[in-house]
């Protein structure tokens, strides 16, 4: 049974992609819609941004360079986002990958939005000592800092933020992964003799290629 306190209520949720909230979030945003909360999803436009309003969301489409280290470019999508916020006016935001947990954190702090942001791993920031590498790493302090809560899918990423020091919000918690929908992936057995391994990933040397 839907909480009726939570019924006309507003959540953000941001990611670097449109597409990354359809193809990995949809399920939570879909109990937000139940639930009788109106969604805004917020991201590079591009795939995704279709199908998330048809599935009754409000969406806001940013021209974002997810590759680019150009300041004055991201506090342009800061901007952006700040502006959506402000006519919004969320409950809370919801902020998933670096860039959008960076971004959403400065934007919502000069309304007080509570934002909770999420850390799915740690990225090529953490795998060398280079100067933009530690910059990138302050920069998770400052995303972190200010949240109501900071989810980890890994206890072991959670110990190495603590022990660089890196601000984990006011509250950390442990989530077992992103979650599968098991009806859009269903288990079925195979019926033959399996010779050959598929690799998903990247293909860079740090995956081990």
Known sequence: MT???I????AVFCANTLRYLWNFRRGTIEQF???????????????GAGELAAMGCEVVELD?????VDPIHEMRVVASIHRALRRFRPAVAFSFTFKANLAVALACRPFNIPYVTNVTGLGTAFLSDRLLHRAVRRLYGVSNGGAHTTFFQNPADLELFRQLRLATGRRTAMLPGSGVDT???AFAPVDRRVRTFVMIARLIVDKGV
Do not use: M
Request: aromatic content about 6%; overall charge positive; proline content about 0%.
């Open 3 to 5: 909480d009726r306190s």
């Open 7 to 10: 019924v006309g209520a507003r």
């Open 33 to 47: 819609l139940r639930d009788g909360v109106e969604v805004l999803c917020i991201g590079q436009r591009g795939r």
């Open 64 to 68: 974002w360079k997810l590759r680019s």
């Open 183 to 185: 009806q859009r992936f």
